[in-house]
Structure formats: C-alpha cells, structure tokens
C-alpha cells in the first residue's frame, strides 16, 4: 500500500518558508515585485551598454569630434542656465558622471573590460562638459565690465583703443579708455563720433590708436535685447568689455596725437581708402572689404541684397577668402620655385610652398583686422596645410574640430554668436557631403568627354550650395528671423566670381600699383563686383526670394543642431538617424506662433499682428518710429514684411493724444488693448474706468494701482522686471526677456 502524502499543516516549522514561497503570487510580495523590476532595468541597462559599446568600438576616430561638441555643449549651457546655483549643479552633475563611472567600471582587467569604449566616453564627455561651463564661467568673469548705472552727457578724456571708420554713416566709431573722475575706476566706452565733430588734426591720421582725445558724449548702458528674441547688445558689449555707449556732442579735441603711426590699424585703413579711390562707388565698397575687412563703407541697401540673396558671407573675412589667398599663394611658390631644378631636385618644394601659403595666410588675417571668424578660419586653414605636408587628409571633421576647440578655448563667447555657428556648420556640411558614398561615386574619375567632367562639376557645386544653404537656415531663422530662399543658385555664380577673378584680380592690381600698372586691372575688379552686386540686387528683388520666420524655441533650434551634427560626424547608417530630431525640428518650426502683441522693454514700441483684407498679416506700431533698428526688430520678430502701419491711421482703431484703443479678435474671443501713447496727464478716474474695460493695458509710465485691467498691465513697473514682451492671445501666455537672461552679469532688468 502507498504511502499518503505528508501535507504540511503548519506543525513543522521547517516546512512554513517553503510552504509560504510556493503560495505567494508577485503582486502578494513588495520584496519579490521590487526585485523583478530591479532585474528588468538592470538587464535594460546592461543591453543599452553593450549596444553603445558596440557603437563605439565601430565608430573610431568618429568619435574624437564629439569632445569639441561636448565643450560647446557646455558653454551653451552656461548662457541657458539661469544662475550660479545652476551652472554648479550642471557642473556637479557632469563631474559626478564621470567620478561615479570611473569608480564602478574601474580601469582594470575585469567583468568590464569589454565596455571600455563607454567608459572612455563617459568620462570624457562628462570632464569636457564640465571644462566647458568653467570656461566661459572664468571668462565672464575676467573681461566682463559693469554698465554704468544710468544714461547721461559727460566729460571724457580718454586713450583711442580702436578706430572704425564707417563712411557709409558719415561717422567714425573710437573706443575709449576713460577714467572715472570720482571713483577714479578705468572703464571702456564706444562713441560714435560725426565727420562735422572732426576738424583739423583729429580728422587725420593722428587720431588713432594711441591717441588721447577729449570731448562731450551721451552715454547710456549698452542696451539689453527690446524684445524677446532680439539682438542682445548688452552681452556682446559685456564680453567686449564695454561699460557704456554713445554719441559725441560738439567737437573733438586732440589732446595728444598718436605716438606711433604706420601700425596694422593704419595699414588696413590706407590700403582701404587707396582700394576707394582705384574702384569707384558700390563695387568700390566691397573691394576694400575684401581688400582690408573694412565693411564700413558699404551702403545700407548693398548689405540688405546681400543678405537676402544669400551672399553676405561674401562680405566677412572668414574660410573663403583665407583659404583663397593661401591657395593662391601656395601654388605662386610652388609654381615659381619648380623652375629652378636644382631646387625642384633638392627641396621638397610642397613644404616650401605650404610655409609662404601660412605666410600669407597670417598676413591677410592680421592686415583685415584678425577678427574671431578670420582668426578661427586661419587656423583651420593652418591644420590643412600641416596634413599637407604630413600626407595626412586635409580635409576631415577631426580637422574642424581641432580648430573649433582652440577658438572656443580662447573665445568661449563666441559660441553662441552667429558668426561661429554658420562658419562650421557650413565647413561641416561641405566635408560630410564631400565624403559621402554617393558623392565619391559620382565625382570617381571616369573616361569621358571634357563637358561631360565639367558638367558632373557644375552639379556638384550646385548641390554643395543647397546643402549649405539647408544647414544655415536654421542658424539664420533663429539669429536673424529671415533667410534668403535663392541663395543656393546666387552662390553658384558668386562664389566662383568671388574666388577666382575678383580676389586675385584686387591682389594683382595692388601688386602692379607698385610701379604704376594696376589700372587694367581695377577696371576688371569694378565690373566683375558690379555684377556680384546685379546679382544680389537682382536675387533679392525676386517674389519670395526672403523667408521671414518668428522666434524659433529654444527646443527647435537644440533638435536642428543635435540632428545635423549628428549627420555630419558619424559615417555608415547610423547617420541617418539624424534626420529624425530635424524632422521633428522642422515640424516645431512651421508650428512657431505668431506673437499677436510686441511690447519693447521701455514700453514706447506695441507691435500688433492683424490679417490683411487680402488674407496676409500685417503689422500695426503704436508710434512711426524714425528708428530703424526698432521698426527692423517689430518686422521680423512679428514675420510680416512690409512697413507696419502706423495705429492711429488703422480704421479700427481709436486714438487721443494720450491713449490708443483696438479690439482684435484672437482665441474665439474679443481683446481689447489700452496703450498709452504719450505722457499726457489724464485724470485718474477716467484712467481706472478705461483699464476696467481693456483687457490689455500697455504704457512707457507707471500707472496707478487703480488701472486694473481684465488680464495683464504692461507699464514701467512690470516691464523693468521682465523687459520686453512677446504675447500670445490665444494661448494666454507671453514671454520676456528676463526670463532668457537669468543672472548673467550683462543683464539689468528691462528698464
């Protein structure tokens, strides 16, 4: 007879654990369910890892770039962050990263030796991101200069640090090295300075760097953003060093002229004058830029067909015009010493011909004024020559990235101008491009008629033009709120026009000037840059020919930015997947909102976006500004082309000397807006019966605590905190430029 089985019926005590485990269910035990997930997220954790490492091990060399990005990284961080709390705990965070990988993946043979390639980035990218915060945080620090506390006219007597001329103005600009008369504190202004305010010496060269001048100026603290999106002033001058602004009252006086004369400064500006003379009007202006980097004498409207037909990089002296004049210079010598064959048989005459080309190229850098775009191309200029020599590829990322990583070391500011930011994306678009499968496929040498190899050229010098021109129209949208749609087909004649006959046309000309034989030759550069500037004109007269675009988010922009350089610094198909946050950055940009209402930080500019009779949107100022720089700002941060009109002619509109009121219909609902419109006095119970009925109150003064409207009062007291103003109407929401600003030391309130 079988045995019956032993039941366990709680009696002996070794069998109750058994017994309780057999029974529980998952959702019965917090221990057991904990360690369920645990042993999930752990196991994710461990495939995510093996995964990168994978990536890694494959990539290479790729990864180098990175670092350079992973910098910049943190240099953008340190602007969007608010404050010091902020910039330390980002710092702390990518520092710990780095501190906790290295202590739970030591460097030793291990369970994680297989995930080496990960743990290098990690600690990298970590200590790199956090160099790149105390980097721009230390250089704030050094060079950054305190505003002076309100505007007004002063006595200065001061040293000339730089001198701009800028005909085109009728002015000169100097930056001055002053001393406070009362607290004895040296400071850093700019004046402008009119050609009626100068008479005898000081209109010569004797007013120039060294120089020490005196004269009566209106100054002001250099101005923050007047709307949110807008150009920031206040940081630019705050890394510059600049403590106050100005224009100079009455006349200058030369107190001592300049001690030594015959400097760069002086060089560059006699050899753009000597180019003036030798090309006469428009084309006359763009030589000397080219000629010497002074961009001052080019007329107002030249520089807006430039820049809408998608040419003004033509105009700053960056990789381009470097890059020729090496060129230029490399193939001279190389050229002229090969006709000696003793030279040819004993010398290695590309080394030889690479030094003249750096001679050259670091000759022109200084002599067109070696600013940061130029500076940063000449060192990128510099590492081709040096792969030239060593047999190396001239031509790669880790190129780009070297060059970028040593210009944001020594201008870590420049980071977040668009000058850098359009330069290397474009090289990047160029060298991704250039060693793409298809694009080496397609350029293969090949047997083939000559027209058909030129052909094949044409094209990809056309496509090397669209690509440039998609990777800089974010960069443009977000900085400039306009891009230029035909840039592509302009550049494909310009560029060559540029490079190859009017630059080294303007170079033989100042070389045969020397014995008085140039003429031929200005003539050729005055019509080869009157057709560069037929076509700028002609390219930006064209129906749609510029795209205007609201303030581009912050998340757009980062999704543009990570997308394209993850295209451009990775190879094989893993690149592609870029394309998916530019997607996404597209959609949010065609999704960008139009502000309904623009209130400028002082209170005195209210733009107001309306649909047209015909459909389109049209913009409505509560004051005919004379200034060009508020009416520019109010058009392109509104996205509406046109002038905008001014309120008191609109129909709909209701105006007094004092106030202005309109109804507009937004949200399903009716606005209606008091704005004042001058400084009248009105009684105040008047005043509080007209905000009771206004939804939106808008005014340079401050107004009584009895004006109450609906929803929001814009006066001095709430647009000193926040500065200007962007305001959504159907979502009921609106931003400021404080909000953008945080802490930063630049920045001083809206009022």
Request: proline share 5%; with cysteine; aromatic share 6%.
């Given at each position: 007879?079988?045995?019956?089985?032993?039941?366990?019926?709680?009696?002996?005590?070794?069998?109750?654990?058994?017994?309780?485990?057999?029974?529980?269910?998952?959702?019965?035990?917090?221990?057991?369910?904990?360690?369920?997930?645990?042993?999930?997220?752990?196991?994710?954790?461990?495939?995510?890892?093996?995964?990168?490492?994978?990536?890694?091990?494959?990539?290479?060399?790729?990864?180098?770039?990175?670092?350079?990005?992973?910098?910049?990284?943190?240099?953008?961080?340190?602007?969007?962050?608010?404050?010091?709390?902020?910039?330390?705990?980002?710092?702390?965070?990518?520092?710990?990263?780095?501190?906790?990988?290295?202590?739970?993946?030591?460097?030793?043979?291990?369970?994680?030796?297989?995930?080496?390639?990960?743990?290098?980035?990690?600690?990298?990218?970590?200590?790199?991101?956090?160099?790149?915060?105390?980097?721009?945080?230390?250089?704030?620090?050094?060079?950054?200069?305190?505003?002076?506390?309100?505007?007004?006219?002063?006595?200065?007597?001061?040293?000339?640090?730089?001198?701009?001329?800028?005909?085109?103005?009728?002015?000169?600009?100097?930056?001055?090295?002053?001393?406070?008369?009362?607290?004895?504190?040296?400071?850093?202004?700019?004046?402008?300075?009119?050609?009626?305010?100068?008479?005898?010496?000081?209109?010569?060269?004797?007013?120039?760097?060294?120089?020490?001048?005196?004269?009566?100026?209106?100054?002001?603290?250099?101005?923050?953003?007047?709307?949110?999106?807008?150009?920031?002033?206040?940081?630019?001058?705050?890394?510059?060093?600049?403590?106050?602004?100005?224009?100079?009252?009455?006349?200058?006086?030369?107190?001592?002229?300049?001690?030594?004369?015959?400097?760069?400064?002086?060089i560059q500006r006699a050899l753009s004058a000597h180019v003036r003379t030798r090309v006469e009007g428009s084309a006359g202006t763009i030589a000397a830029a080219f000629a010497s980097g002074d961009r001052?004498?080019?007329?107002?409207?030249?520089?807006?067909?430039?820049?809408?037909?998608?040419?003004?990089?033509?105009?700053?002296?960056?990789?381009?015009?470097?890059?020729?004049?090496?060129?230029?210079?490399?193939?001279?010598?190389?050229?002229?010493?090969?006709?000696?064959?003793?030279?040819?048989?004993?010398?290695?005459?590309?080394?030889?011909?690479?030094?003249?080309?750096?001679?050259?190229?670091?000759?022109?850098?200084?002599?067109?004024?070696?600013?940061?775009?130029?500076?940063?191309?000449?060192?990128?200029?510099?590492?081709?020559?040096?792969?030239?020599?060593?047999?190396?590829?001239?031509?790669?990322?880790?190129?780009?990235?070297?060059?970028?990583?040593?210009?944001?070391?020594?201008?870590?500011?420049?980071?977040?101008?668009?000058?850098?930011?359009?330069?290397?994306?474009?090289?990047?678009?160029?060298?991704?491009?250039?060693?793409?499968?298809?694009?080496?496929?397609?350029?293969?040498?090949?047997?083939?008629?000559?027209?058909?190899?030129?052909?094949?050229?044409?094209?990809?010098?056309?496509?090397?033009?669209?690509?440039?021109?998609?990777?800089?129209?974010?960069?443009?949208?977000?900085?400039?709120?306009?891009?230029?749609?035909?840039?592509?087909?302009?550049?494909?004649?310009?560029?060559?026009?540029?490079?190859?006959?009017?630059?080294?046309?303007?170079?033989?000309?100042?070389?045969?000037?020397?014995?008085?034989?140039?003429?031929?030759?200005?003539?050729?550069?005055?019509?080869?840059?009157?057709?560069?500037?037929?076509?700028?004109?002609?390219?930006?007269?064209?129906?749609?020919?510029?795209?205007?675009?609201?303030?581009?988010?912050?998340?757009?922009?980062?999704?543009?930015?990570?997308?394209?350089?993850?295209?451009?610094?990775?190879?094989?198909?893993?690149?592609?997947?870029?394309?998916?946050?530019?997607?996404?950055?597209?959609?949010?940009?065609?999704?960008?909102?139009?502000?309904?209402?623009?209130?400028?930080?002082?209170?005195?500019?209210?733009?107001?976006?309306?649909?047209?009779?015909?459909?389109?949107?049209?913009?409505?100022?509560?004051?005919?500004?004379?200034?060009?720089?508020?009416?520019?700002?109010?058009?392109?941060?509104?996205?509406?082309?046109?002038?905008?009109?001014?309120?008191?002619?609109?129909?709909?509109?209701?105006?007094?000397?004092?106030?202005?009121?309109?109804?507009?219909?937004?949200?399903?609902?009716?606005?209606?807006?008091?704005?004042?419109?001058?400084?009248?006095?009105?009684?105040?119970?008047?005043?509080?019966?007209?905000?009771?009925?206004?939804?939106?109150?808008?005014?340079?003064?401050?107004?009584?605590?009895?004006?109450?409207?609906?929803?929001?009062?814009?006066?001095?007291?709430?647009?000193?905190?926040?500065?200007?103003?962007?305001?959504?109407?159907?979502?009921?929401?609106?931003?400021?430029?404080?909000?953008?600003?945080?802490?930063h030391g630049w920045w001083r309130g809206g009022g």
């Amino acid at each position: 007879m079988r045995d019956a089985p032993i039941i366990p019926m709680g009696d002996d005590p070794g069998s109750q654990p058994a017994a309780r485990v057999a029974s529980a269910r998952p959702w019965q035990s917090g221990a057991g369910l904990s360690s369920v997930v645990a042993r999930t997220l752990a196991q994710l954790a461990r495939s995510i890892a093996d995964h990168a490492e994978r990536f890694l091990a494959t990539a290479g060399f790729d990864r180098a770039p990175w670092l350079a990005v992973l910098f910049m990284g943190g240099i953008m961080a340190w602007f969007a962050l608010p404050g010091q709390d902020y910039w330390l705990a980002a710092m702390a965070a990518a520092g710990g990263l780095a501190a906790t990988v290295s202590i739970l993946w030591p460097d030793t043979k291990g369970a994680f030796d297989e995930r080496v390639n990960l743990r290098s980035a990690l600690i990298a990218g970590g200590l790199v991101f956090a160099l790149g915060i105390a980097v721009i945080w230390a250089r704030s620090e050094i060079v950054g200069a305190e505003a002076i506390e309100r505007p007004g006219v002063a006595l200065l007597q001061g040293h000339v640090l730089e001198r701009e001329d800028q005909p085109a103005d009728g002015r000169i600009r100097l930056t001055l090295a002053v001393r406070d008369a009362a607290s004895l504190q040296a400071y850093k202004v700019r004046i402008n300075v009119p050609f009626d305010a100068l008479a005898g010496q000081s209109a010569g060269p004797a007013l120039a760097e060294g120089a020490v001048v005196r004269l009566r100026a209106r100054l002001m603290p250099p101005a923050s953003p007047m709307l949110p999106g807008a150009y920031n002033f206040a940081r630019a001058a705050w890394f510059k060093g600049l403590a106050a602004t100005g224009s100079a009252i009455g006349p200058v006086e030369l107190v001592r002229p300049a001690t030594q004369q015959g400097g760069l400064a002086d060089i560059q500006r006699a050899l753009s004058a000597h180019v003036r003379t030798r090309v006469e009007g428009s084309a006359g202006t763009i030589a000397a830029a080219f000629a010497s980097g002074d961009r001052g004498s080019i007329a107002r409207a030249d520089e807006e067909a430039m820049r809408d037909s998608g040419l003004t990089h033509l105009l700053s002296i960056s990789g381009l015009h470097v890059s020729a004049v090496i060129a230029a210079a490399y193939l001279a010598v190389l050229k002229l010493l090969a006709l000696s064959p003793a030279l040819a048989l004993r010398v290695r005459l590309p080394v030889v011909a690479a030094a003249g080309g750096a001679l050259a190229g670091i000759g022109y850098t200084l002599l067109t004024g070696a600013e940061v775009p130029t500076v940063r191309s000449c060192v990128a200029a510099m590492l081709v020559l040096i792969a030239l020599v060593l047999g190396r590829d001239a031509l790669s990322v880790r190129m780009v990235a070297v060059a970028a990583g040593f210009v944001l070391l020594l201008w870590p500011e420049s980071a977040i101008g668009p000058s850098f930011q359009m330069s290397f994306s474009a090289v990047l678009a160029i060298i991704a491009l250039s060693t793409s499968t298809p694009v080496r496929a397609f350029l293969a040498a090949r047997e083939e008629p000559w027209w058909a190899r030129i052909g094949r050229r044409v094209v990809m010098l056309f496509v090397t033009g669209m690509v440039i021109e998609l990777a800089l129209m974010p960069v443009v949208l977000f900085h400039f709120h306009r891009a230029g749609l035909y840039g592509a087909l302009a550049n494909v004649i310009a560029i060559p026009l540029v490079t190859f006959i009017a630059m080294p046309l303007i170079a033989l000309g100042l070389l045969f000037d020397l014995v008085g034989a140039g003429g031929p030759f200005w003539w050729l550069v005055q019509y080869s840059l009157d057709l560069l500037l037929g076509i700028a004109h002609f390219t930006a007269s064209q129906p749609g020919a510029v795209k205007l675009m609201p303030q581009i988010g912050g998340t757009a922009i980062a999704l543009f930015a990570g997308g394209g350089l993850w295209l451009a610094l990775w190879t094989g198909r893993a690149r592609v997947l870029g394309l998916l946050p530019i997607a996404a950055a597209s959609v949010l940009t065609i999704l960008t909102p139009v502000p309904d209402i623009l209130v400028s930080s002082d209170g005195r500019q209210v733009g107001i976006t309306i649909s047209g009779a015909e459909g389109d949107r049209r913009l409505l100022s509560l004051r005919d500004s004379r200034s060009n720089y508020a009416r520019d700002n109010l058009i392109e941060l509104a996205g509406v082309k046109g002038n905008p009109v001014p309120l008191a002619e609109w129909p709909d509109a209701r105006c007094s000397d004092a106030f202005c009121t309109l109804v507009i219909k937004r949200g399903g609902r009716d606005w209606a807006i008091l704005m004042a419109r001058s400084r009248a006095r009105v009684e105040e119970r008047a005043l509080a019966s007209a905000c009771t009925r206004a939804d939106i109150v808008i005014a340079e003064r401050y107004l009584p605590r009895s004006c109450r409207p609906r929803w929001l009062k814009a006066d001095r007291r709430l647009l000193s905190e926040t500065g200007g103003l962007s305001i959504n109407l159907d979502r009921q929401t609106f931003d400021t430029v404080a909000e953008r600003e945080g802490q930063h030391g630049w920045w001083r309130g809206g009022g």
